[in-house]
């Protein structure tokens, strides 16, 4: 068990310890999607969704939801965040919907866990905005876009392009 981060000698869980880290400016873009079945599709091209907008709505959750990060995932630390933004854009070619959560704090650690915790609570405030009209909406290829700071500095998907889609 010696060779994990987050078990102590005894194999039981622990919190590591960043005490001795570097305070730097930490940043970290991920992405989703939620595949919409014609009908969404539709309702939401047309701002028809009776209980309000899909779009601003799961934004505001995508925000909350990265603010609570450290309460739902067990050995994440609470950290001070400086800001997040979340976006969800229809993307008719791929009749879906592109979620993104950038999260930047300075701190002694990453925000990559409030990024993707940010596209995951969107993409389910999504759904749940949507379900009565249909339930075959797919969520998925959550993942970390792109990350800087810290000792290990920028790590970026393979894929990815800074100014691009990715669609």
């Not at 067990?74 to 400086?82: A, E, F, Q, S």
């Not at 075959?136 to 998907?157: F, H, Q, V």
Request: proline share 4%; hydrophobic share 35%.
């Amino acid at each position: 068990m010696g060779e994990y981060t987050h078990f102590d000698r005894d194999g039981r869980p622990t919190l590591v310890d960043v005490s001795g880290k570097d305070v730097t400016k930490r940043v970290a873009l991920a992405e989703g999607w939620v595949y919409l079945p014609e009908e969404i599709f539709k309702t939401v091209s047309q701002g028809g969704v009776k209980k309000g907008d899909p779009f601003r709505i799961a934004e505001l959750g995508g925000i909350m939801g990265a603010k609570r990060t450290p309460n739902m995932i067990p050995l994440c630390h609470t950290i001070r965040i400086d800001n997040i933004k979340t976006r969800c854009d229809l993307v008719p070619e791929r009749q879906a919907v592109r979620i993104t959560c950038e999260a930047s704090a300075t701190e002694v650690t990453g925000v990559e866990m409030e990024a993707l915790t940010g596209v995951s609570i969107a993409a389910l405030t999504f759904y749940d905005m949507c379900k009565g009209i249909d339930k075959g909406m797919i969520i998925k290829d959550i993942r970390l876009l792109k990350k800087t700071g810290g000792k290990s500095g920028t790590w970026c998907a393979e894929d990815y392009r800074e100014g691009k889609e990715n669609i």
